[in-house]
Antibody
Framework: EVQLVESGGGLVQPGGSLRLSCAASGFTFSSYWMSWVRQAPGKGLEWVANIKQDGSEKYYVDSVKGRFTISRDNAKNSLYLQMNSLRAEDTAVYYC???????????????WGQGTLVTVSS | VIWMTQSPSLLSASTGDRVIISCRMSQGISSYLAWYQQKPGKAPELLIYAASTLQSGVPSRFSGSGSGTDFTLTISCLQSEDFATYYCQQYYSFPGTFGQGTKVEIK
């Protein structure tokens, strides 16, 4: 059974930092691109970043470029999101999700974790 | 940028009803559309991809149709466990983007 379990969320002041983790199990983690997707309170879903199987390619939504860094450790079956210079608008539940390509070059997310809440507030 | 209009934003229905949710694109996306279900406090779950292909394990009362700019999600006979929020997602262009969501509530 595929499982994705996020951790590391919490309350942080504007300008602060936080590191999210996602522990994966039930599939060959090193074979998949992985993403972080977020959902602001009462709002819709927004893709944040993704990373290639070997970590050699990373992509980000414009609003987090230069502030967030996605990484992975395939030996530990873990995905990470280092978030720096946090802003109030980064407040959201952050989901770890497995990328899936039903058609070459076209990505959706077939498994999601339960999410971890990040609150940026003074 | 592909703009997505999902409607209605709120739908009140009863168990056993047929429910239809619409998702309209600002430009053609072929069949690169997925639908997700999200229950309160839970992660989204993939229901349908390629506009009409049911993800493994999804009940057959769910169906999707459309191509180009207009898509629909139909629940043929609403069950109690179907009361949730539904999102469409285009994956024609990177990164995929989501509609605003449709909350299906008990009438």
């Amino acid at each position: 059974e595929v499982q994705l379990v996020e951790s590391g969320g919490g309350l942080v002041q504007p300008g602060g930092s936080l590191r999210l983790s996602c522990a994966a199990s039930g599939f060959t983690f090193s074979s998949y691109w992985m993403s972080w997707v977020r959902q602001a309170p009462g709002k819709g879903l927004e893709w944040v970043a993704n990373i290639k199987q070997d970590g050699s390619e990373k992509y980000y939504v414009d609003s987090v470029k230069g502030r967030f860094t996605i990484s992975r450790d395939n030996a530990k079956n873990s995905l990470y999101l280092q978030m720096n210079s946090l802003r109030a608008e980064d407040t959201a539940v952050y989901y770890c999700a497995r990328d899936w390509y039903p058609s070459l070059g076209h990505m959706i997310w077939d498994y999601w974790g339960q999410g971890t809440l990040v609150t940026v507030s003074s | 940028v592909i703009w997505m209009t999902q409607s209605p934003s709120l739908l009140s229905a009863s168990t056993g009803d047929r429910v239809i949710i619409s998702c309209r694109m600002s430009q053609g996306i072929s069949s690169y559309l997925a639908w997700y279900q999200q229950k309160p406090g839970k992660a989204p779950e993939l229901l349908i991809y390629a506009a009409s292909t049911l993800q493994s394990g999804v009940p057959s009362r769910f169906s999707g149709s459309g191509s180009g700019t207009d898509f629909t999600l139909t629940i043929s006979c609403l069950q109690s466990e179907d009361f949730a929020t539904y999102y469409c997602q285009q994956y024609y262009s990177f990164p995929g983007t989501f509609g605003q969501g449709t909350k299906v509530e008990i009438k």
